[in-house]
T-cell receptor, first 115, second 114 residues
């Protein structure tokens, strides 16, 4: 069974540009989460989808960040325009209570560098 | 609300020595607790988790952790450190059986001395 997959694995963009990160959760998982770790600091929650609905978006830092999950399958996280402080690793995770017993599985992360 | 405190941002032990990484949590409801590991330039890997039942949980790579409700702790241990254990370790908490988010501690970087 495929795990949580994220694309791209690494991205280098200039300040002011736009980047879109994609996450494919484990098949059958309704819950999808985005986290990020900036500048080696703690891993911070961004938002939580249940199917296509945003259950909790309390961690979204500002309106430069837009997350979508149309159709309740894969999700995208767009940063527009990117700033230097957005550099870090963005993790996606998924879970399904009925399948994984609440275990949240993480992807390998998308490493973003803004120059 | 849930929160996690990891004591020590950096721990260094000799190869073969005991590894002890400390984690204390705060939770308004019975928590589920986790330890994740991040090896250099890799993603987050689940080491072990506590949900209900036995308070001593065993994970991968010889790690184990004990849930102590009276001390609100979930310390991670390994009897004998290997060089390959060098990584960053994150303790995390979530609200029990709900599908709510995981809250991470700030992480502890483990270094192994030859």
């Amino acid at each position: 069974e495929a795990g949580v997959t994220q694309f791209p694995s690494h991205s280098v963009i200039e300040k002011g540009q736009t980047v879109t990160l994609r996450c494919d959760p484990i098949s059958g998982h309704d819950n999808l989460y985005w986290y990020r770790r900036v500048m080696g600091k703690e891993i911070k929650f961004l938002l939580h989808f249940v199917k296509e609905s945003k259950q909790d978006e309390s961690g979204m830092p500002n309106n430069r960040f837009l997350a979508e999950r149309t159709g309740g399958t894969y999700s995208t996280l767009k940063v527009q325009p990117a700033e230097l402080e957005d550099s870090g690793v963005y993790f996606c995770a998924s879970s399904q209570v009925q399948i994984s017993g609440n275990t949240i599985y993480f992807g390998e992360g998308s490493w973003l560098t803004v120059v | 609300a849930q929160s996690v405190t990891q004591l020590g941002s950096h721990v260094s032990v000799s190869e073969g020595a005991l590894v002890l990484l400390r984690c204390n949590y705060s939770s308004s409801v019975p928590p589920y607790l986790f330890w994740y590991v991040q090896y250099p330039n890799q993603g987050l890997q689940l080491l072990l988790k506590y949900t209900t039942g036995a308070t001593l949980v065993k994970g991968i790579n010889g790690f184990e952790a004990e849930f102590k409700k009276s001390e609100t702790s979930f310390h991670l241990t390994k009897p004998s450190a290997h060089m390959s254990d060098a990584a960053e370790y994150f303790c995390a908490v979530k609200k029990g059986s709900s599908a709510s988010k995981i809250i991470f501690g700030s992480g502890t970087r483990l270094s192994i001395r030859p």
